[in-house]
């Protein structure tokens, strides 16, 4: 099946699953600055009587629905919701045959069976990955053979203070060490296991990569870090790669998401409509 062209007469409908920081962000951009061929069509959130204050201004006015109802009106979800709502959002717009957008890939590994889920209904899933660099040429890596990938991880001390990991290993961060302190080295699949609000990355770069059992992870404590920076080290049999990207928090209530995220979500929902796209 070819697939669908989306003009400004016949825009890509897409609503918003999550209408925090990451979910507001989104709608300014598809309402306010605006992409031709792309028409916010519906909002879903926890509370659906905040959602309506908070969407009011928009223009034109999405509906404000169950999150079950998302995909009737919709051609593309886009998820930005807590991760415990993952599973809630994604199983109704698969087996309506939609694509879903989302910000949660540690949600996505796992629920692995949603691919499955996917494939039997003709749905579809996309990580927005903006926060982790490199992801193009790790894919290509995958096809000619790596050989070793980790993420070097660093956050500041008080982003991960109060984890239960981290008091459970006895760290006190409460006065930030004055060196880099590792706390952390695993496997994707154990990193996005007992971190997966801090480090959703480690999912996107194993499923992008060699799988999560592959993937080795390292988190540091920083006190010289102002936001969060994520580091890939990759050896393959075509490329060696070695990148940092330093993520600025986004100002929502607990400072944890990055900037980063709703624009990379805005640029996959234009990728989509885009009569051209760079980047595999």
């Known amino acids: 099946m070819p697939a669908m062209i989306y003009s400004r007469g016949k825009p890509m409908r897409v ?30 959130a926890r509370d ?13 006015a999405p509906l404000v629905v169950p999150v079950a109802e998302l995909p009737t009106h919709a051609d593309v979800v886009v998820e930005c919701a807590p991760a415990a709502a993952f599973r809630e959002i994604a199983e109704p717009t698969l087996m309506a045959g939609k694509t879903l957008v ?13 691919i499955d889920l996917a494939e039997a209904h003709g749905g579809r ?3 927005a990955t903006g ?6 040429t790790v894919r290509g890596a995958r096809e000619g053979g790596i050989n070793s990938v980790k993420l070097v991880a660093r956050f500041r001390p008080d982003r991960l203070a109060r984890s239960d990991y981290v008091l459970a290993q006895g760290f006190d961060f409460s006065t930030p060490p004055e060196e880099p302190v590792l706390i952390f080295a695993g496997t994707a699949r154990e990193a996005t296991t007992t971190f997966s609000r801090h480090l959703n990355v480690a ?9 999560l059992d592959e993937t080795l992870v390292d988190l540091w404590v920083d006190p010289d870090a102002t936001g969060s920076a994520m580091r890939i080290e ?30 990379s979500v805005v640029a996959a929902l234009r990728a989509m409509v885009s009569p051209l796209r760079v980047g595999s």
Do not use: M, Y
């Not at 926060?131 to 193009?136: E, I, N, T, V, Y």
């Open 48 to 60: 659906l009587n905040k959602a309506r204050r908070s969407s009011s201004g928009l223009e034109p």
């Open 131 to 136: 926060a982790l660099p490199g992801l193009d």
């Open 102 to 114: 989302s910000v949660s890939p540690s949600a996505l590994a796992t629920h692995s069976d949603l």
């Open 203 to 211: 999912a996107a770069l194993a499923l992008a990569g060699p799988g």
């Open 234 to 263: 990759l050896d393959s049999d075509v490329i060696k790669l070695d990148l940092t990207a330093w993520n600025r928090p986004s100002g929502g209530p607990k400072g944890g998401t990055s900037r980063i995220v709703a624009p």
């Open 15 to 44: 609503a918003l699953a999550g209408f925090g920081t990451v979910g507001q962000s989104v709608a300014g951009h598809l309402t306010e600055d605006g992409i031709a061929a792309i028409r916010l069509t519906a909002i879903s």
């Open 125 to 127: 899933i996309q990580l």
